[in-house]
């Protein structure tokens, strides 16, 4: 080994270097090394007294004599950024990795940030992350703060400085519900919104000592709003508390944190929002849209936003065209490819750009992504003519999985389906009349952990948790309220106690929407177009598929059928609302009907599978009792199609079993194509469900795979706001 060489510094040498080191505190490990070597230091006993090894100590001597100052300075690997914004890392690991993974491992997180597994963990560390799925931060500034449960008040910048306004509420008493997350593809998406808004905010300069009076006026007005629990400014770019001759004093009450030079004012608000969206979902859609409304402006310095009220109803979004993000304009092909494959079954590269559009780069690109990820597998050589044989791609079934689970006034059901429709796992269990809320909530979670103990691969995939439920309900919250046919149910919650137990995604959904969502995700190519689903069960309701996406409703509530039914029948109290319709709950309608005609059976659980079996044996009473209740639900039938225009209506639920169905479907599909105006123009196909009996549970299932997987685009002026 050569040699090092000697250094003989002159006091400019050695003030130049102390000044260097100053600069910046991970420089004064390499000064002190140059000052050991031209004091004349061993190489060994400079690693010893600095805590670093030998070759250390040898390279930054080598280059600092081949070079000066220039020599010290980190040469970080190809492709790694020089310097690590801290701030981003932690936004990027509180938005989540694309599905089907839940959280970031710190392998992978490093390896899509282009930074070393080390760097990514004494960044974890120093702000207190334990792993990628984060609830907490402390952001590491003079003095640290702690968040997690974080508003965002308001935000001041000019010129190179910036001032973030915020609050941390106490704790929720205890005893009440943890708010659900909101969904990784709304964390994701405001992630990808708010770096493209803040492209725009970035370009505004101007003179900070003019903008100054500006912060005092939002620090005055937001100190006077919250003295409890009180606000915090975090400072960046030297900004302070404006002197008294500059618009001040600031208000009392605002405790001052100043931000390091490695954790940049644009990536900590994008800290602060997804800490909202884990623990604030319901009030951070009005802010996130407010905030990235005022990015965009891109108005002249200062830039000055300031949190609109708890509670206030936010501003309509613009009417003018907006672009749409990078991200999820990416995520969006990403979802087409697989969208196309599962219609298809299997499909080469080729043939998914063809359907799609795409670039066959493009292509080339999200299918080697998807087959790294083992989302997608190649299936064996189709023979071709010439060029290169196409390989067909297709879905793993292993590569994902969800629990659905339909909870009815007599039963829950409840399934396991992996990412193709498969049935992994099927349970259930009868309820006793007059269940509790509180017991059945105990079951359904006893049920979904049996599942996941039965099977590591569910364990391993489970995306999240499906709950079909008659309605009405608030599907936002996921609160049933006051459901038909279960006695002392008011206002349960259903979403935030289960997720909270199985530590996954919760999404709540109307049973017939739940229906509709499962015949679209397991027919694959048989029904890739709109259509509605007649769902008869203890009730009957109906979903729909509306240009290429499940229609639910502002609330969630849309399909209510039973009403639709009793004003195409007249049938209307005093008052002029809709009045009960007896064939609107077709399971009791026709067991009521075959029992006044003299049909008699054992008091059992069977008993409507007895009549279905009645009717299949061409028994005329229980034949006659069917097609009474079908004539009128076809009714409310005819009503759906000649309302929406479509030209299929689905027909399935418990109340339609295999022996039966031709019953319902021949006075649905009679009605249907002869009543509407516009029957001349349109052929009504009345087809039987896929899924029958179970599609509900299925259905639930499948709506945590719509809402991963399902392409869809956001704009700039969605980004911000909750999914509907």
């Known amino acids: 080994m050569p040699d090092l060489p000697e250094f003989s510094l002159t006091r400019a040498q050695q003030e130049a270097l102390r000044r260097w080191s100053r600069e910046r505190p991970d420089r004064d490990v390499r000064a002190r090394i140059i000052l050991d070597a031209a004091a004349g230091v061993s190489v060994s006993d400079s690693a010893r007294t600095l805590g670093v090894s030998r070759p250390t100590v040898s390279s930054w001597r080598s280059r600092y004599a081949a070079q000066g100052l220039g020599g010290l300075e980190h040469r970080p690997r190809s492709g790694r950024p020089p310097r690590i914004d801290e701030a981003d890392v ?71 400085a910036a001032v973030i306004l915020l609050a941390e509420p106490p704790e929720p008493a205890a005893g009440a519900l943890p708010a659900v997350p909101a969904p990784a593809e709304e964390r994701r998406a405001l992630n990808g919104a708010l770096n493209a808004a803040l492209g725009t905010a970035l370009t505004a300069e101007g003179p900070r000592a003019e903008a100054l009076p500006a912060l005092a006026e939002l620090l005055a007005e937001v100190g006077a709003a919250h003295r409890a629990p009180g606000v915090h400014a975090v400072a960046f770019g030297g900004a302070g508390a404006p002197a008294e001759d ?10 001052w944190h100043t931000a390091p030079e490695f954790m940049s004012w644009p990536a900590t608000l994008g800290v602060v929002c997804q800490l909202q969206l884990r623990h604030r979902p319901a009030a951070a859609a009005a802010t996130h849209g407010s905030l990235l409304d005022a990015l965009r402006a891109g108005q002249a310095a200062p830039l000055v936003w300031r949190c609109p009220a708890e509670g206030a109803a936010p501003e309509p979004p613009a009417r003018t065209p907006r672009a749409f993000d990078q991200l999820a304009l990416g995520s969006f092909n990403e979802k087409l490819v697989i969208e196309s494959i599962r219609e298809a079954g299997s499909l080469s590269r080729v ?86 809320p509180a017991s059945v909530i105990d079951s359904m979670t006893r049920m979904a952990r049996e599942a996941v103990a039965a099977s590591r691969a569910v364990s391993d ?111 209307v109290t005093p008052e002029g609302g809709p009045g009960r319709v007896p064939e609107c709950a077709p399971m009791s309608s026709a067991l009521d009907k075959a029992a006044a005609a003299g049909l008699t059976w054992p008091q059992a659980p069977g008993a409507y599978e007895s009549l279905c079996a009645a009717a299949a044996a061409g028994d005329a009473r229980a034949v006659r009792a069917f097609r009474e209740v079908a004539r009128v639900v076809a009714r409310g039938a005819t009503g759906v199609t000649d309302l929406l225009d479509t030209t299929l209506l689905i027909v399935g639920g418990p109340a339609v079993p295999a022996p039966v169905a031709g019953l319902f479907l021949s006075e649905i599909s009679a009605a249907v194509n002869r009543y509407p105006l516009a029957s001349r123009l349109r052929r009504v196909h009345v087809e039987h469900s896929l899924l029958n009996e179970s599609a509900a549970a299925v259905g639930a299932a499948s709506g945590v795979f719509h809402a991963s997987f399902a392409p869809r685009l956001r704009t700039h002026a969605r980004a911000g706001a909750r999914a509907t």
């Open 351 to 436: 043939e998914i750009a063809q359907r799609t559009g795409l670039t066959p780069q493009a292509v080339s690109r999200i299918t080697r992504n998807l087959l790294t990820s083992a989302f997608l597998v190649e299936d064996s050589v189709l023979p071709g003519g010439k060029g290169k044989p196409r390989v067909p791609l297709r879905l793993r079934a292993d590569a994902a999985c969800a629990i659905g689970i339909h909870l009815d006034p007599e039963m829950i059901t409840q399934v396991v389906v992996d990412l193709c429709g498969g049935v992994l796992d099927q349970r259930v269990l009868p309820l006793h009349e007059g269940a509790d």
């Open 90 to 160: 932690i936004a990027s690991t509180l938005a989540g990795p694309p599905p089907p993974r839940r959280a970031w491992s710190a392998r992978a997180l490093a390896d899509h940030l282009g930074i070393s597994h080390t760097a990514l963990g004494a960044v974890w560390r120093r702000w207190g992350v334990a792993g990628g799925d984060a609830a907490a931060v402390t952001l590491p500034t003079a003095p640290p703060l702690p968040l997690r449960r974080p508003r965002l008040l308001g935000l001041w910048r000019a010129a190179d």
């Open 246 to 255: 500059e618009g001040g004093p600031a208000a009392a009450g605002v405790a």
């Open 461 to 571: 995939t489970l995306l999240g948790v499906g709950i079909a439920v008659p309605g009405p309900l608030d599907a936002g919250a996921g609160v049933l309220y006051d459901p038909p046919l279960f006695s002392g149910w008011h206002d349960v919650p259903l979403r935030a106690p289960l997720a909270e137990r199985l530590g996954v995604p919760v999404t709540v959904e109307k049973d017939a929407t739940a229906a509709a969502i499962g015949e679209r995700w397991i027919g694959a190519a048989a029904r890739t177009g709109d259509f509605v689903y007649l769902y008869l069960g203890a009730g009957a309701g109906a979903g729909a598929f509306l240009n290429g996406d499940v229609y639910r409703g502002r609330t969630g509530n849309a399909g209510e059928f039973g009403e639709l039914c009793a004003f195409a029948l007249g049938h």
